[in-house]
């Protein structure tokens, strides 16, 4: 729960610090939580549910914050 916070947060500052193109701001910083969810992925033994967690939940979660900071709600 909390790491859908944090990344609801980085996605909407993202978007609110960008001087255009909010939205592909907020998608730089999911590909970034994207790929570093996957080489924890990928480089880890045991329980893998956290990172898999992450890509599916968390990502989409920055893209969702970035939206909302974008001010683009119709």
């Known amino acids: ?7 609801l ?5 993202a978007a609110k610090l960008a001087p255009r193109r909010p939205l592909a701001h907020a998608a730089i ?3 970034l939580v ?3 969810a996957t080489v924890s992925l990928v480089g880890m033994t ?3 549910w956290t990172q898999i967690a992450a890509i599916v939940f968390t ?3 920055v893209i969702l914050g970035g939206w909302l900071g974008s ?3 119709d």
């Open 1 to 7: 729960v909390w790491g859908i916070a944090f990344a």
């Open 9 to 13: 947060g980085a996605g909407f500052f």
């Open 29 to 31: 910083v999911a590909a």
């Open 34 to 36: 994207g790929v570093a």
């Open 46 to 48: 045991g329980t893998r």
């Open 59 to 61: 990502t989409p979660s």
């Open 71 to 73: 001010g683009k709600i």
